[in-house]
C-alpha cells in the first residue's frame, strides 16, 4: 500500500486543484450570464450557485475515480483500450446534469423538484429548451473537461514515471561504477603482492634476518592494501605512509641502485584522494625506473595544491636510451579510476622529462576532509 498512496497522492492533488477551479470557474460565469440576463429582464435560465457547487461536489468522486481508472488501464493496445476509455469519459459526462438536479432537489426541496420535472424542465427558466437537448449540451461540455483534467493527471503521470526511471537508472549507474571502481581496485592488490614477493624472495637465501623484517613489513604492507580496498577514498597521508612502506620494501633490496624521496605528512596538503590512486605509479616508477637500467635510480613523490586543484606527481631517473610508451595496466588503471570518479574535472600525464627523467602527474579536484572517519564522503573544497 505504500507506493500505490505514494503515487496516489499527488494524482489526488492535482484533480482536487483541477475541479475546485472547474467548480469555480462554472459558478462564476453562470452568475455573471445570469445577472447580464436579469439586467435585460429575462428570467432565471441558470440554476443557483448552492445547486452547481453540489454538482461538483456529487461529481468529485466519480472524476477521481474515472482518472485512476483510465491511468490504470492504459492506451495500448490502442484499439482495445480506447472504447473503455471513451466509456468512462462519457460515463462521467453523462451524470454531469443528473447531479445538478439532484443539487436542484437538494437546494430546493425534493417535492418542488418532482413538480418541476412533471410539469416543466427540471429547473425554472427552461421552459423551452428540451429535457434531451440540456442533458446533451452539458455532458458535452462535462466532455471536455473531463479531457482537460485527464490530460492534466496524463501528463503528469508520464512526468512521474520519467523521474522515476530517471532516479533507478542513476541508481543502477551508481552501482555499476562502484563495481567497476570494486573490480579495478581488486586488480591493484594481486598485481602489488606478486611484485612484493618476488623481492622478498631475493632475499630469502642470501640474508634470512633481512627477509624475514621484510615479510614483517610485507603483512602491514597488505593490511593497510586490504584495508584501502575497501574503501572508495582515503587520506592523503594513509596513501603516502603505504607509498613510503612499498618504497622502504624496494630499497631494502636494491639499496645500491635506488634512491627514494617521500616527505613527511606535514609537507602535504590535508585531502582526499582515491584508493590506492598513488601506488600503480609508484610500482611503475620501481619497475621501470630499474629495468634495464644499470645506473643509480630515484624516486620523487610529490603533492601540491594550486587552488582548489591537487597535484600528485611520482618521478623517477630512467635510461637516456629507453623508449618512451610503456604504459602498462597499472598506470590504465589509474586513467579508468579517474574517469568513473571525477570525469573531465581530473587529468593524467605520464611521459619522458628532458633530462633523463619519467614523470607520472594527476590532477584532481581538491576534496576536503571532514572528519576523521574513514567512511566520510569527502567534498570539492
Known amino acids: 500500500m505504500g507506493p500505490m498512496n505514494a503515487r496516489f497522492r499527488p494524482l489526488l492533488l492535482i484533480v482536487t486543484v483541477f475541479w475546485i477551479y472547474v467548480a469555480l470557474s462554472d459558478v462564476l460565469y453562470a452568475n455573471q450570464m445570469q445577472s447580464s440576463l436579469t439586467a435585460m429582464h429575462v428570467g432565471h435560465l441558470f440554476a443557483p450557485w448552492q445547486a452547481r457547487l453540489l454538482q461538483h461536489l ?77 442533458w446533451i449540451a452539458s455532458a458535452t461540455s462535462f466532455l471536455l473537461t473531463y479531457g482537460f483534467g485527464l490530460a492534466l493527471a496524463s501528463g503528469f503521470d508520464v512526468y512521474r514515471r520519467l523521474r522515476d526511471s530517471q532516479i533507478r537508472s542513476a541508481a543502477l549507474e551508481r552501482a555499476l561504477t562502484a563495481s567497476h571502481l570494486a573490480a579495478l581496485r581488486m586488480q591493484l592488490s594481486p598485481h602489488s603482492l606478486f611484485n612484493l614477493l618476488n623481492t622478498i624472495h631475493g632475499q630469502i637465501d642470501g640474508d634470512p634476518a633481512d627477509a624475514r623484517s621484510m615479510i614483517v613489513q610485507l603483512a602491514d604492507l597488505l593490511r593497510r592494501l586490504l584495508h584501502a580496498g575497501e574503501r572508495e577514498f582515503s587520506r592523503l597521508a594513509d596513501e603516502l605512509q603505504f607509498a613510503r612502506l612499498y618504497l622502504t620494501l624496494q630499497q631494502r633490496r636494491f639499496s645500491d641502485r635506488l634512491t627514494v624521496q617521500v616527505p613527511g605528512p606535514e609537507a602535504f596538503p590535508s585531502a582526499w584522494v582515491p584508493s590506492l590512486i598513488l601506488q600503480p605509479l609508484i610500482e611503475n616508477a620501481v619497475v621501470h625506473g630499474l629495468a634495464g637500467h644499470p645506473d643509480a635510480v630515484e624516486i620523487r613523490v610529490e603533492a601540491f595544491q594550486a587552488g582548489s586543484t591537487l597535484t600528485l606527481r611520482v618521478s623517477n631517473t630512467i635510461d637516456q636510451n629507453e623508449s618512451a610508451g610503456h604504459e602498462g595496466i597499472g598506470l590504465k588503471n589509474v586513467r579508468e579510476r579517474l574517469a568513473i570518479q571525477f570525469g573531465e574535472r581530473a587529468t593524467f600525464e605520464a611521459a619522458p622529462r628532458p633530462g633523463g627523467c619519467w614523470v607520472a602527474e594527476i590532477r584532481l579536484p581538491l576534496l576536503a576532509e571532514l572528519s576523521d572517519t574513514p567512511l566520510a564522503p569527502p567534498v570539492a573544497a
Do not use: K, N
Not at 472504447?83 to 453523462?94: K, R
Not at 436542484?104 to 418532482?114: K, P, T
Open 58 to 134: 456529487f461529481l468529485y468522486p466519480v472524476l477521481l475515480g474515472c482518472v485512476w481508472s483510465s491511468l490504470r488501464l492504459g492506451w495500448m493496445p490502442f484499439w482495445r483500450r480506447l472504447p473503455v476509455q471513451l466509456l468512462l469519459a462519457v460515463g462521467f459526462a453523462a451524470l454531469a446534469e443528473p447531479t445538478l438536479w439532484l443539487g436542484d432537489s437538494v437546494q430546493m426541496g425534493m417535492h418542488a423538484v418532482v413538480r418541476q420535472l412533471i410539469h416543466s424542465p427540471p429547473r425554472p427558466g427552461h421552459p423551452i429548451a428540451p429535457l434531451a437537448q440540456i
